[in-house]
């Protein structure tokens, strides 16, 4: 296992387009998170996910936002009519109970 | 509500030199954990350690250790004869033990930089 994979590293959009991320957690880990992390801040939680049960959203996630983690495997963040405010790092992390946290290298998301 | 307060911003020694990142936190809960997570310019969140609320011993490993004291809720970290490697942004965070999504609350984070 390679860790937790997130895809693209990098992307660009227009004002008003829809982007879609993609997370490909550790194999085991049933816990899934999304986290948004913005310039000289750390990471804010967005919205969690047990197997494919979302559980948990964050007043952070407009209605704009939408995941999904259809199979408890891979998931999904999608962002519609993107904003110039939505220019982050977006970070995804897996979990087991009882272990910590594994990250992911993020999708650096510029809005022009 | 969980807060996670690192007041340090940015922080530059000599190489060699030891340095401590400081890092303060307040929860109404009593079980919950403590992390410390490097973001090297690379951006992802690299795992240092976690701590559980009910284990206050002091724990190093080679260069790195950390000081928890409850009484203070305060959860330091000190790396000895800093490396230029060691440069990057330092996050301390919180989560709760018990229910919940045991989300991770994060400070603002501290730049250290290392100069050779």
């Known amino acids: 296992d390679t860790g937790v994979s997130q895809d693209p590293r990098h992307k660009i959009t227009k004002r008003g387009q829809n982007v879609t991320f993609r997370c490909d957690p550790i194999?085991?880990?049933?816990?899934l998170y999304w986290y948004r992390q913005t310039l000289g801040q750390g990471p804010e939680f967005l919205t969690y996910?047990?197997?494919?049960?979302?559980?948990?959203k964050s007043r952070l996630l407009s209605d704009r936002f939408s995941a999904e983690r259809p199979k408890g495997s891979f998931s999904t963040l999608e962002i519609q009519r993107t904003e110039q405010g939505d220019s982050a790092m977006y970070l995804c992390?897996?979990?087991?109970?009882?272990?910590?946290?594994?990250f992911g290298s993020g999708t650096r998301l510029t809005v022009v | 509500a969980q807060k996670v307060t690192q007041a340090q911003t940015e922080i530059s020694v000599v190489e060699k030199e030891d340095v401590t990142l400081d890092c303060v936190y307040e929860?109404?809960?009593?079980?919950?954990?403590l992390f410390w997570y490097k973001q090297p310019p690379s951006g992802e969140l690299v795992f240092l350690i976690r701590r559980n609320s009910f284990d206050e011993q002091n724990e190093i490993s080679g260069r790195y250790s950390w000081n928890f004291q409850k009484s203070t809720s305060s959860f330091n970290f000190t790396i000895t004869a800093s490396q230029v490697v060691d440069s990057a942004v330092y996050f301390c965070a919180l989560s709760e033990a018990i229910g919940g999504a045991n989300n991770l609350f994060f400070g603002t984070g501290t730049r250290l930089t290392v100069i050779p």
């Open positions: 992390a897996s979990s087991s109970p009882g272990e910590g946290y594994t």
């Open positions: 996910f047990q197997n494919e049960a979302q559980l948990e």
């Open positions: 194999s085991e880990h049933n816990r």
């Open positions: 929860t109404r809960d009593t079980t919950y954990y």
